[in-house]
């Protein structure tokens, strides 16, 4: 299908499979591997575009489930999609809703025709189809937009989970048959399948038919076993095409951001980063700072220069050109763990099975 995007890989890591791309969007270029920060409504809390900007980011989420809700389509319209709403001129992605059928299961009805919300807000009903949340995207304008797919939990077995996928099949289809902007707009498909290699698989092959212009893998960071997490992210990675963007979604601690940057992801974004900070939580290169602990209650200086995440990304970013990644990863899981008894068992596997030795 039509590609508004360019995608261009510029440098590989020797050891591991990750690579350093620049992805040029309708609204300018990223540098990846990238994290974006999600603002579910149109707004990173507590920043301003402006603050935002400053920190270099270059892409950032919105949700298209919540921005259909409130402030709807019609606003969206009349503000002439997201970006005007506000006031940000770098890139978005939107998420199609999908997930939500996980996160508000409650208030779900999953059917082949979509799927059946109760508003948190009011409890009035909306239908979400594959026409609906495109249409919905195509009004917010996002450069990046996600096709809706039948979203399951990573603990779900049996026959559900095929189900799943190849209603995703089926609803990409319907997607890219509704998709009324693919000349400024770009659709990617998201890899369903749970915990099976065999669905994945399937999956991907079938995916890849609709050669959209780039992919996601979905359904994971649901709670499932770490190792089972990187092995379904690693088989994902290397059955992919590899000259399109893979994004990995809902990935945002720091240890699963530098495993899956080494497992050949080059897109991530997650809540965590700006749902933690409201709780008075700070990421750092030396690992979580407590706010409200005593011992900083009388240090005026800033926490850390700049944002975490970005940093973190940067500094791959960086260590890949350089074909240095190893070295980096074993720096950072000193600095950020400390002692290697806190390494975490499974981040110690999925490097060794990509040549790096913690």
Same mark, same amino acid.
């Given at each position: 299908?039509?590609?508004?995007?360019?995608?261009?890989?510029?440098?590989?890591?020797?050891?591991? /499979?990750?690579?350093?791309?620049? %992805?040029?969007?309708?609204?300018?270029?990223?540098?990846?591997?990238?994290?974006?920060?999600?603002? !579910?409504?149109? !707004?990173?809390?507590?920043?301003?575009? =402006?603050?935002? /900007?400053?920190?270099?980011? =270059?892409?950032?989420?919105?949700?298209?489930?919540? %921005?259909?809700?409130?402030?709807?389509?019609?606003?969206?319209?009349?503000?002439?999609?997201?970006?005007?709403?506000?006031?940000?001129?770098?890139?978005?992605?939107?998420?199609?809703?999908?997930? =939500?059928?996980?996160?508000?299961?409650?208030?779900?009805?999953?059917?082949?025709?979509?799927?059946?919300?109760?508003?948190?807000?009011?409890?009035?009903?909306?239908?979400?189809?594959?026409?609906?949340?495109?249409?919905?995207?195509?009004?917010?304008?996002?450069?990046?937009?996600?096709?809706?797919?039948?979203?399951?939990?990573?603990?779900?077995?049996?026959?559900?989970?095929?189900?799943?996928?190849?209603?995703?099949?089926?609803?990409?289809?319907?997607?890219?048959?509704?998709?009324?902007?693919?000349?400024?707009?770009?659709?990617?498909?998201?890899?369903?399948?749970?915990?099976?290699?065999? %669905?994945?698989?399937?999956?991907?092959?079938?995916?890849?038919?609709?050669?959209?212009?780039?992919?996601?893998?979905?359904?994971?960071?649901?709670?499932?076993?770490?190792?089972?997490?990187?092995?379904?992210?690693?088989?994902?990675?290397?059955?992919?095409?590899?000259?399109?963007?893979?994004?990995?979604?809902?990935?945002?601690?720091?240890?699963?951001?530098?495993?899956?940057?080494?497992?050949?992801?080059?897109?991530?974004?997650?809540?965590?980063?700006?749902?933690?900070?409201?709780?008075?939580?700070?990421? !750092?290169?030396?690992?979580?700072?407590?706010?409200?602990?005593? /011992?900083?209650?009388?240090?005026?200086?800033?926490?850390?220069?700049?944002?975490?995440?970005?940093?973190?990304?940067?500094?791959?970013?960086?260590?890949?050109?350089?074909?240095?990644?190893?070295?980096?990863?074993? /720096?950072?899981?000193?600095?950020?763990?400390?002692?290697?008894?806190?390494?975490?068992?499974?981040?110690?596997?999925?490097?060794?099975?990509?040549?790096?030795?913690?």
């Amino acid at each position: 299908m039509k590609s508004a995007l360019t995608f261009e890989t510029y440098a590989r890591c020797s050891t591991t /499979k990750a690579r350093a791309s620049l %992805l040029t969007l309708p609204h300018g270029p990223v540098n990846t591997p990238v994290f974006m920060p999600v603002g !579910t409504q149109g !707004t990173l809390k507590g920043m301003t575009p =402006q603050q935002v /900007k400053d920190l270099n980011c =270059q892409i950032m989420l919105n949700n298209t489930y919540h %921005l259909g809700l409130k402030p709807g389509q019609e606003t969206l319209d009349k503000a002439k999609g997201s970006h005007a709403f506000q006031k940000w001129n770098g890139n978005l992605l939107t998420d199609s809703g999908g997930f =939500q059928m996980v996160s508000l299961l409650k208030l779900a009805k999953i059917t082949e025709e979509g799927v059946q919300f109760a508003s948190p807000h009011d409890g009035s009903l909306m239908m979400l189809t594959p026409e609906h949340s495109m249409s919905l995207q195509n009004s917010i304008g996002a450069d990046i937009m996600m096709q809706l797919d039948d979203v399951i939990s990573s603990l779900v077995t049996g026959p559900r989970v095929e189900e799943a996928m190849w209603r995703s099949v089926r609803w990409l289809d319907r997607c890219i048959a509704s998709h009324t902007r693919p000349h400024d707009q770009n659709l990617f498909a998201i890899i369903q399948g749970g915990l099976d290699n065999e %669905l994945r698989k399937k999956c991907i092959e079938e995916m890849v038919k609709r050669d959209t212009p780039g992919y996601a893998v979905g359904g994971l960071s649901g709670g499932e076993e770490k190792d089972q997490f990187w092995k379904i992210v690693s088989l994902c990675t290397d059955l992919l095409p590899k000259n399109k963007p893979i994004y990995c979604m809902g990935v945002g601690y720091a240890e699963d951001l530098v495993v899956c940057v080494a497992l050949g992801v080059d897109m991530f974004d997650c809540v965590f980063p700006t749902r933690t900070a409201r709780f008075g939580n700070a990421l !750092t290169m030396n690992g979580v700072v407590s706010l409200k602990a005593k /011992k900083i209650s009388s240090d005026f200086g800033p926490i850390e220069e700049g944002s975490f995440q970005l940093r973190l990304m940067r500094g791959m970013q960086e260590a890949i050109q350089r074909d240095e990644l190893p070295a980096w990863i074993k /720096k950072f899981f000193a600095g950020y763990f400390g002692d290697r008894s806190n390494y975490p068992v499974w981040a110690i596997n999925a490097l060794q099975s990509v040549g790096v030795e913690l």
